[in-house]
């Protein structure tokens, strides 16, 4: 599925410049990918769609009568509690890349919401760093942002290939 995903991100530079889903299911296919491969990575853009929808969080005045999903944004003295699920499918190098992310100012907390729920949608248990990464880039390319150099290189770059000073 991941490979799938990469694909689409490098072919459709923005998330509103992808095809409908069912179009692009037909892309892929002429692209050579395999069937099941093309279904999971649909499910996973079309739960992308809906979580991106979702969590764009909005400065409303607190009510006793605002809906029940309204999303806040979060305080910068807040802090993210991972419930037991999404420690066992993130892992301690996942939470802590998340974390890195965080404290960087690149990942904010209306994004990291979005890339755990897509990272909880994926059946590995638990996660591998280079498939989170790959989330990360989608939720950027969703939300139409175009990450910065920096960023860019720490989600593409083979941290196997580096050298330790």
């Not at 889903?21 to 692209?31: C, N, P, W």
């Not at 769609?49 to 969590?55: D, G, I, Q, T, Y």
């Not at 944004?73 to 999404?86: G, L, N, Q």
Request: hydrophobic share 45%; aromatic share 8%.
């Amino acid at each position: 599925m991941f490979e799938v995903l990469v694909f689409v991100y490098e072919n459709y530079w923005r998330g509103d410049a992808c095809p409908e889903l069912d179009q692009l299911g037909r892309k892929l296919s002429a692209a050579g990918f395999d069937s099941d491969e093309i279904d999971q990575a649909l499910q996973w853009l079309a739960g992308l769609n809906s979580a991106s929808r979702s969590a764009n969080p909005i400065d409303i005045t607190p009510t006793d009568h605002e809906p029940a999903d309204v999303m806040r944004p979060a305080s910068a003295d807040s802090m993210r509690i991972y419930a037991t699920a999404e420690q066992d499918q993130l892992g301690a190098t996942g939470l802590g890349f998340l974390s890195f992310l965080e404290s960087a100012g690149v990942l904010p907390a209306h994004m990291r919401e979005i890339v755990i729920d897509r990272a909880m949608a994926v059946p590995q248990r638990p996660i591998d760093i280079d498939d989170l990464k790959i989330i990360v880039l989608m939720v950027y390319w969703s939300a139409g942002i175009e990450p910065d150099a920096l960023v860019l290189d720490e989600l593409c770059d083979d941290n196997h290939s580096r050298i330790a000073h």
